[in-house]
């Protein structure tokens, strides 16, 4: 640490935050013993806590978001210049940087075409799912509005959000929720013998999976569904990655039934997949709204953005006679200059430092580094992921494929952080079934970093299951 603060100012902080910070995600009780973690400084991989303890950090800020890594002058350059010349300006006006970040963008996305600016992954969804029940209105007088989501699938902490939220416990208690959201089918192959469908696995399991979505059509009646929103792959349900097949199918279904496809990329946009700078772009589909936060800035700014395509577009200038026409909506923050600034030197850096390359080459290896761990550790049931997004899922019994308890789970983060890495879980929030171990590196990490990391993992295995 660079020690501009002293150990009394960081003592005045911890007592700061235990008095008056609701942190996320937290059950407060256990702060009655215990210090929070602060969180003082990052570089590269590495951040630092408020002891000046080192750790290499495995999830990119908690929840894969930071993936260029810390303390990129470039990028804050980039933004203390654009604040300097124009700090905000909201409303129909547009801004410099979000122009040019926006053809950036684009250019990137083939067959996508406009970028509409939010502060935040929920609400770039609510976006999406405002622009999907106007089309309904426009086009069908109301009747198609039904807005399809998949069991484990999240999309945010809003209630229209939560309303597609398929980690069914984190909604506990929040209810009730919007009505209009159905619920389909999961398509996480390891657990496929829960879903009644026989033996099936692979590309056949894949084409069972999406031809369930499918059956959800056609009870709801397909003239009364609007969309279909899925992430690319499932980030805290459990790191889902479907069977090759899989999203040909969900594709051929939107087509049969005019159904716009939403790919939620807020964890594996920008990057986090590998190879391509989008995680739907790995299977040649053609959505009509990508929604992304996360890592389009790094985390060095709020920005998230909710693309269409021309032919959504379209639909919302047809008639321009009618003051109920356009699109009207307005995000604040969505004025901010600050966020496109900052995610265009973001691209900037992935692009010179061939991080979608690294991203690749680097995940394979970790793949392949937490894969062996499964012959010494029988508790490692499955590994899966894309690129620089893994998950362990960690098992009681192989064959049973019980879950291990959520105290496990959490003594095996706790262990990994006392071997100075930082790991997550799966659904931290949704008891009973937080038993996926969640790495999601920087961009840049080094073969030394991914050794460091499932080392660690390993001794916490180790520990915790013997
Ligand atoms: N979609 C996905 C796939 C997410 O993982 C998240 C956040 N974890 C969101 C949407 C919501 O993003 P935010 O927290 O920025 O609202």
């Known amino acids: 640490m660079d020690g501009t603060l002293t150990q009394n100012d960081l003592s005045h902080v911890v007592e700061a935050d235990k008095a008056h910070v609701w942190h996320h995600l937290l059950q407060h009780k256990a702060l009655e013993t215990s210090d929070p973690r602060i969180i003082v400084e990052g570089k590269g991989m590495r951040v630092w806590d408020q002891h000046g303890r080192e750790f290499i950090d495995a999830v990119s800020g908690a929840v894969w978001t930071v993936n260029v890594g810390y303390g990129r002058r470039s990028i804050v350059d980039a933004m203390s210049e654009q604040l300097m010349k124009l700090n905000y300006f909201a409303g129909s006006a547009g801004s410099v940087p979000g122009a040019l970040f926006a053809e950036k963008l684009i250019d990137k996305m083939p067959g996508m075409s406009r970028v509409y600016y939010t502060n935040s992954g929920s609400e770039a969804n609510e976006k999406a799912f405002k622009m999907v029940r106007q089309i309904a209105h426009k086009r069908y007088g109301g009747r198609k509005h039904k807005i399809l989501f998949r069991e484990r699938d999240y999309h945010g902490g809003t209630i229209g959000a939560m309303s597609a939220g398929g980690q069914l416990e984190r909604n506990l208690q929040y209810g009730p929720f919007a009505p209009g959201f159905v619920m389909v089918p999961h398509c996480l192959e390891y657990r496929a013998a829960d879903q009644g469908w026989g033996d099936l696995s692979g590309e056949a399991y894949g084409e069972r999976a999406a031809n369930a979505i499918e059956e959800v059509i056609l009870r709801e009646g397909p003239d009364t569904v609007g969309a279909l929103c899925l992430e690319p792959v499932t980030a805290g349900g459990g790191v889902i990655v479907p069977p090759v097949g899989y999203w040909q199918r969900v594709q051929e279904i939107c087509r049969r039934y005019d159904i716009l496809l939403h790919i ?21 589909i053609e959505p009509d709204f ?33 003051p109920l026409n356009h699109f009207r909506d307005i995000s604040t923050f969505g004025g901010c200059t600050a966020g496109p600034a900052a995610a265009l030197e973001n691209m900037r850096i992935i692009e010179d430092e061939n991080l979608l390359e690294n991203c690749t080459a680097m995940g394979d290896y970790m793949y392949e580094s937490l894969g062996a761990l499964a012959d010494k550790h029988a508790v490692v049931g499955d590994v899966r992921g894309k690129g620089l997004f893994l998950g362990v899922e960690l098992v009681a019994d192989r064959d049973t494929k019980t879950p291990v308890s959520e105290a496990q789970v959490g003594a095996t983060v ?3 952080a006392a071997e100075g890495v930082i790991i997550g879980a799966s659904n931290r929030s949704c008891p009973g079934l937080n ?16 050794d460091q990391i499932v080392d660690a993992v390993d001794k916490s295995l180790g520990k915790v299951f013997g």
């Open 414 to 416: 706790a262990g990994c």
């Open 435 to 450: 038993n996926v171990l969640c790495l999601a590196p920087a961009l840049i990490s080094t073969r030394d970093d991914i």
């Open 264 to 284: 939620d990329e807020v964890v594996c946009g920008v990057g986090r997949t590998g190879t391509h700078w989008f995680g739907y772009q790995h299977y040649g």
């Open 290 to 322: 990508v929604t992304m936060a996360k890592g389009v800035a790094s985390g060095y700014a709020a920005i998230a953005c909710c693309v269409t395509n021309e032919r959504v577009f379209d639909l919302f200038k047809d008639d321009p006679s009618d």
